[in-house]
């Protein structure tokens, strides 16, 4: 079977025109010699290519081309000349029978029909108890909606208002610009590996390193990077729409990906185009590309604490800036009324209550705040909330400094390795008395002894040299040990044996006096 429609090669047109256009000349056909009006095309995302559906009981093989012999090639399609020995190119069969086959691999290849700055990507529309609800890509104040003047089908169909519908970001009334409650959205964003490439030079893309696995929101698709030479900015520009070619068989597209190379790390970024927390990004490719063994990233939708009035207040407490833009704090609401507070500026509402930016930072109170003692002197508390942050986690206590203790009682004495005396008291301090020092001789041998752990110097042991335990060619200090040089062996043998000696006396005396004892008794009865 042969395509012999012949389009206006000169058009633009998106893919649903363009099917049409192809459906429309292909119905043209019904009756003539090569009829093809029981093929009907749509263009499948998913596979980035057209399908080609045989209605009826045509199971034929489907070839095309771009045209007869000699014919020039057709870029956008992909397709070849017929020939003496082809009929062009065979569609890929879908299923059994050839009644649906797909020719893949073409792609969109001209300019975005919405300009990139007023893109939006993420919407989404569901219909929640009868009513239809719209919802941007993004989380949080500084997101918003608008829907321009509605048609009749619009306003009948999805109950849209006339003049259409808006949802402004959160602007301070004071400063006029975008604020934001808590902690703001934010998009996946993958970071890569060091690039094994030098990318201030051209490098090549070849058939071992230019497949990727990508899933951006839950679309997957393995795409593939044409072989040849690039600079890092066609690189990563060629990723960058591929990646936004995906879709999925339901429709859905991928849109607004960025994929940039970071000098600072030297690896490639690849940021999403929704902030919520279902923004997915996960990349696999080559070493080459840094994109190997990645984690995926995850985004973040917009989250914040709704504070309410401390409802133990007795007064109300209102905060202004004057005509030189100082803060002005007070009790007296004056003229004021709650349609004139800025409803998201940040301020310090209460005592005990800190305020933070979108990125965590502690922006209220600014300063410490002074305790100071009227009876005590010297008692004043100096507070600072400067390493306060939005981040929670687990209590503990890094680090304590204070510079005074209450009383207690000496507990313990102890000697460390290098000498060092430290005295331990109740109340938890420490207290450094002093340090031991070790002497040193140049012929320990010539040393006499004075008692029984006691020596002194004399001329052939040279004098005494002092220095810290530890020290080169000095030992250590062991607190509660005592070291068997100090213990005169012989005098404490002799002593051992003169105290068995004197047990043995004791026990033979001991011994004749019981003999002499009952001989007595046996000699009266």
Do not use: C
């Amino acid at each position: 079977l042969l395509n012999t429609y012949n389009g206006n090669n000169t058009a633009i047109s998106a893919a649903e025109p363009l099917t049409y256009a192809i459906n429309q000349a292909l119905l043209a056909t019904a009756g003539a010699v090569n009829d093809f009006s029981d093929l009907q095309v749509s263009y499948d995302e998913a596979s980035q290519g057209f399908r080609f559906k045989q209605t009826g009981n045509s199971t034929d093989e489907l070839y095309l081309s771009s045209g007869a012999t000699g014919a020039a090639r057709n870029d956008v399609f992909g397709l070849t000349e017929q020939t003496a020995t082809s009929k062009g190119t065979l569609l890929e069969a879908t299923d059994n029978d050839d009644s649906d086959t797909i020719l893949t691999g073409v792609v969109p290849n001209g300019e975005p029909i919405v300009g990139t700055n007023n893109q939006r990507y993420g919407m989404t529309v569901n219909y929640i108890n009868g009513e239809f609800v719209l919802s941007s890509g993004m989380t949080g104040d500084a997101s918003s909606l608008a829907i321009a003047d509605s048609t009749d089908l619009a306003q009948q169909l999805l109950g849209i208002p006339a003049a259409g519908q808006t949802v402004a970001a959160e602007t301070s009334q004071i400063s006029n610009v975008p604020v934001v409650r808590g902690q703001a959205g934010e998009p996946a964003t993958l970071i890569g590996k060091p690039m094994n490439i030098d990318p201030k030079t051209s490098f090549s893309v070849t058939a071992t390193n230019q497949n990727l696995s990508v899933v951006v929101d839950g679309i997957s698709r393995q795409i593939s990077i044409p072989a040849g030479q690039y600079s890092i900015g066609n690189f990563t520009a060629e990723i960058e729409q591929q990646i936004n070619l995906l879709a999925d068989n339901t429709g859905r597209t991928v849109s607004g990906v960025s994929v940039e190379f970071d000098e600072a790390s030297g690896g490639l970024v690849i940021t999403g185009a929704t902030a919520t927390d279902k923004s997915f990004v996960q990349i696999a490719g080559h070493a080459d590309w840094g994109l190997d063994g990645l984690e995926a990233a995850f985004g973040k939708s917009s989250t914040y604490i709704n504070l309410v009035a401390d409802s133990d207040g007795t007064s109300e407490y209102y905060v202004t800036q004057d005509d030189d833009g100082n803060w002005v704090e007070t009790q007296s609401a004056v003229d004021y009324t709650e349609t004139d507070v800025p409803y998201w500026t940040p301020i310090f509402l209460d005592k005990g209550e800190l305020t933070f930016d979108a990125s965590g930072t502690l922006i209220s109170p600014v300063g410490g705040a002074a305790l100071a003692s009227a009876d005590i002197t010297g008692g004043d508390i100096d507070l600072s909330y400067k390493g306060t942050t939005q981040y929670g986690s687990p209590f503990a206590i890094n680090s304590r400094i204070q510079n005074g203790a209450p009383e207690g009682d000496l507990v313990d004495i102890n000697v460390s390795n290098d000498g060092l005396v430290v005295a331990s008291y109740s109340n938890g301090t420490q207290l450094s008395l002093g340090k031991i020092a070790l002497a040193n001789f140049t012929t320990p041998e010539g040393l006499r002894q004075i008692g029984d752990t006691n020596y002194t110097s004399t001329s052939a042991s040279g004098i005494a040299l002092m220095a810290e335990a530890g020290s080169a060619g000095y030992g250590g200090v062991r607190s509660g040990a005592t070291e068997g040089s100090n213990v005169d062996l012989t005098s404490e043998l002799i002593a051992l044996i003169s105290a068995q000696r004197n047990f043995q006396a004791n026990a033979k005396a001991i011994e004749t006096n019981s003999s002499l004892t009952q001989t007595i008794i046996n000699i009266r009865g």
